[in-house]
């Protein structure tokens, strides 16, 4: 059972940087795509980055230029996020997809697997 892990979440002030972590267990790394949601109260969950098993990677348009996406042979997945603000304050998700992604890789339906989430607060 594919298993994920968020950390590096926290508060930062508007401007500054934060790097968000997300460990990958259960199931071949190499074989899934993984993403980046967000959420906030009252709101949906929003797609935020993707990286496909092609070597793809996809951002919405309110992050593009900021963060960054990335994963490395420790099964780990990597969002850098730059020049924060208030705005990008939610709670973020983890998501890992086996095979490749398709041209829904910005629904959550695209996803099959979970992390529990880790706070992300960007202060004025």
């Known amino acids: 059972q594919v298993q994920l892990a968020e950390s590096g979440g926290g508060l930062v002030q508007a401007g500054n940087s934060l790097s968000l972590s997300c460990a990958f267990s259960?199931?071949?790394?190499?074989?899934?795509?993984m993403g980046w949601f967000r959420q906030t109260p009252g709101k949906e969950r929003e797609f935020v980055a993707a990286f496909s098993g092609s070597g793809n990677r996809y951002y919405a348009d309110s992050v593009r230029g900021r963060f960054t996406i990335s994963r490395d042979n420790t099964n780990t997945v990597y969002l850098q996020m730059n020049s924060l603000k208030p705005e990008d304050t939610a709670v973020y998700y983890c998501a890992a997809k086996s095979g490749y992604l398709s041209t829904n890789y910005h629904a959550t339906r695209e996803y099959s697997y979970w992390g529990q989430g880790t706070q992300v607060t960007v202060s004025s």
């Open positions: 259960g199931g071949s790394f190499r074989n899934y795509a």
